[in-house]
């Protein structure tokens, strides 16, 4: 006698959220039918045809158990994440940041998926919400107008949007090496992992003009232009004063000019976009300018005065749901049982969050179509942490990066010294998680040996979505 077949899955988008969420189902004999609009289509910032394609940068952040966003990704390493296993084989250096090839890391998640038995790839336009159910929405920031306006429907309520912009990227032998310098901040990843391009306070002053005074595109009549405080175009900080970029992504500290010894008066910073490097991202310059004007004042830095671009900056919209009013427990909408979320439409903002919510919504779906109990995953946890914002409501619902302040506090008495405060709820959220792991039947890794806390916050390195 045949078993039954399994109810099959609608998964669409096939960007970080989609192929992990397709993943983890298929892994667990669900069939998944993943609905993607390449190679038919492309949004406006993508280059690439092939799936969970990178569009603003190639840095997943930080890779420290320090940082939230690093425990983040050791979480989904033990857990058998997809992303986190075709990362760590495609990583390039990048200091205290996790970055990848982009073009490589593209094509291993494509031939990973295309390769599952159990995954099904259609290439077509998706423009309504599909009758199909179960039905995972996992189109990301670059919802369609069609499919965004149809679940603004369903929702009951306008859907929320911000603009979200992209750094260019520039290829490496266009960069004057005899001006930029190879180098880490405070030495944290080796000399290859960054490039470095100084700045005197009057060539610092003369950016910051040609930059304020560039012609920016500008928003339709009808749209109210709003940003996502972690990735602001680079002329709208500048706006807030004149030294708000040298305190921000161009903050010299921790880097030293071999030409002259000591620390610029401001530097811009590029990452590596492979390796070995034949392109930089510049680290931080969102941009929404003109291309003519792009071109004309990024060469005014120091390093990039012949400096050839791969591609220039963008700017495009964000879509995302207000979610504690919206989705329930299971990320599925309040309006259409049977119709989930993931990634970053859901509320969410990062590369790697993104993956951690199809990755959750995947593992907790796959259970509820065999009829297993949910097993919450615990809120000590960097997963159960990011799926509790999504849970919290407040006056003007924003999407988030992971962020300590999401965790609970830790048992007894208060912790003063913040390093070990961070180290106790990493163990605590590593613990946790194996608990999860065994309740939910997946195999975990042992501990590994745990990344060194950072001695100095350095945001800027390695920022990105």
Request: charged share 25%; proline share 8%; aromatic share 6%.
């Amino acid at each position: 006698m045949t078993a039954p077949a399994r109810t099959p899955v609608t998964v669409v988008g096939a960007g970080l959220a989609g192929t992990e969420c397709a993943f983890q189902l298929a892994e667990r004999g669900v069939p998944v039918r993943l609905l993607e609009q390449k190679p038919l289509k492309r949004t406006p910032a993508q280059h690439m045809d092939s799936l969970a394609e990178l569009v603003c940068s190639n840095s997943f952040r930080g890779n420290d158990l320090g940082n939230a966003v690093g425990l983040l990704k050791e979480e989904l390493r033990r857990a058998g994440s997809l992303v986190m296993r075709v990362g760590t084989e495609t990583q390039v250096p990048a200091g205290g940041a996790f970055a990848v090839d982009r073009e490589l890391f593209s094509a291993e998640m494509t031939r990973r998926i295309d390769a599952h038995p159990m995954i099904e790839r259609v290439a077509t336009e998706v423009e309504t919400i599909p009758e199909a159910r179960p039905v995972v929405l996992a189109t990301g920031p670059l919802t369609g107008d069609a499919l965004a306006a149809d679940l603004a429907g369903a929702i009951g309520e306008a859907h929320l949007a911000y603009y979200d912009a992209i750094a260019p990227v520039v290829t490496a032998d266009s960069v004057n090496w005899d001006i930029a310098f190879r180098q880490s901040r405070y030495d944290k990843g080796g000399d290859d992992a960054y490039g470095n391009c100084p700045f005197t306070a009057e060539e610092y002053e003369a950016f910051v003009a040609a930059l304020l005074a560039a012609e920016k595109v500008e928003p339709k009549t009808f749209e109210k232009i709003r940003y996502f405080e972690g990735c602001l175009p680079i002329e709208v900080m500048a706006e807030r004063g004149y030294r708000t970029l040298s305190f921000g992504c161009m903050k010299p500290v921790g880097l030293t000019d071999p030409r002259t010894g000591k620390r610029p008066h401001a530097v811009v910073q590029l990452r590596a976009e492979n390796d070995p490097p034949t392109a930089y991202n510049l680290v931080g310059f969102q941009t929404r300018m003109k291309w003519p004007d792009q071109k004309r004042v990024f060469r005014m830095i120091p390093g990039l005065e012949n400096a050839e671009f791969e591609r220039l900056g963008s700017v495009h919209r964000n879509t995302f749901v207000n979610a504690p009013k919206v989705l329930d427990d299971s990320l599925a909408l309040l309006a259409r049982p049977g119709v989930y979320l993931a990634g970053q439409v859901s509320g969410v903002e990062g590369y790697i969050e993104s993956a951690a919510l199809g990755f959750l919504l995947g593992v907790q779906l796959a259970r509820q179509l065999e009829g297993l109990p949910e097993v919450p995953v615990p809120p000590t946890t960097a997963l159960g942490a990011l799926r509790g914002h999504l849970r919290r409501e407040s006056p003007n619902f924003q999407p988030s990066n992971v962020v300590w302040s999401m965790f609970p506090e830790l048992e007894g008495k208060p912790l003063r010294d913040k390093k070990l405060k961070k180290e106790r709820m990493g163990q605590r959220a590593l613990a946790d998680l194996g608990t999860w792991l065994g309740a939910v039947g997946i195999a975990w890794t042992p501990p590994q040996e745990p990344a060194a806390a950072p001695t100095d916050a350095t945001p800027d390195e390695g920022a990105g979505t």
